[in-house]
T-cell receptor, first 112, second 111 residues
Framework: QQQVKQSPQSLIVQKGGIPIINCAYE??????FPWYQQFPGKGPALLIA?????SEKKEGRFTISFNKSAKQFSLHIMDSQPGDSATYFC???????????FGSGTKLNVKP | DGGITQSPKYLFRKEGQNVTLSCEQN?????MYWYRQDPGQGLRLIYY???????QKGDIAEGYSVSREKKESFPLTVTSAQKNPTAFYLC??????????FGQGTRLTVV
């Protein structure tokens, strides 16, 4: 059973648009939800992470929205730029787990 | 400079050959992980280790082996039993279940 489901698989937006990537999780024991950004041929890099005691976290142009009751969280990229074109992965973990559960990834293309 | 170093960046394997991918970290992290990534796909967990001299199979461990003799090192061997080894391999480490840091990957190709 897939613990973290991510959508959409791919996304195309114009420069300045606000792409939104969604993730849903099953296990209510998860309490750490990071997002990773990966450029082609590189390893993923941590972008932003949230814990379930807050509903939103913002770092620069990146915002995570978290809905604990719906078991969903999403990444919003404000004023998107062509340099944001990458694959984004959500993940879930927590104190009672000894590994991370990753979503399947979203390939974002920001057109100039 | 703290981080995770994977080597080599590119590796070519002949049919029936075992190859070993190196992963070293100087972050003093207890946990280390190996993931496989196929083109356009997500990350699949091969093996993980929470402590020295202990490791567990992930979702796709068949045809792979690991060792964790030192905290800093977690090498992955791709054996001849792995029938489709061509992929991008990523090593990661974390302090418990917190933030995970990834290496830059090793691209393995069967020739």
């Amino acid at each position: 059973q897939q613990q973290v489901k991510q959508s959409p698989q791919s996304l195309i937006v114009q420069k300045g648009g606000i792409p939104i990537i969604n993730c849903a999780y099953e296990n209510t024991a998860f309490d750490y939800f990071p997002w990773y950004q990966q450029f082609p041929g590189k390893g993923p890099a941590l972008l932003i992470a949230i814990r379930p005691d807050v509903s939103e976290k913002k770092e620069g142009r990146f915002t995570i929205s978290f809905n604990k009751s719906a078991k969903q969280f999403s990444l919003h990229i404000m004023d998107s730029q062509p340099g944001d074109s990458a694959t984004y992965f959500c993940a879930a973990s927590g104190n009672n787990f000894n590994k991370f559960y990753f979503g399947s990834g979203t390939k974002l293309n920001v057109k100039p | 400079d703290g981080g995770i170093t994977q080597s080599p960046k590119y590796l070519f394997r002949k049919e029936g050959q075992n190859v070993t991918l190196s992963c070293e970290q100087n972050l003093n992290h207890d946990a280390m992980y190996w993931y496989r990534q196929d083109p356009g796909q997500g990350l699949r967990l091969i093996y993980y280790s929470q402590i020295v001299n202990d490791f567990q199979k992930g979702d796709i461990a068949e045809g792979y082996s690991v060792s964790r003799e030192k905290k800093e090192s977690f090498p992955l061997t791709v054996t001849s039993a792995q029938k489709n080894p061509t992929a991008f391999y990523l090593c990661a480490s974390s302090r418990g279940w917190g933030e995970a840091f990834f290496g830059q990957g090793t691209r393995l190709t069967v020739v």
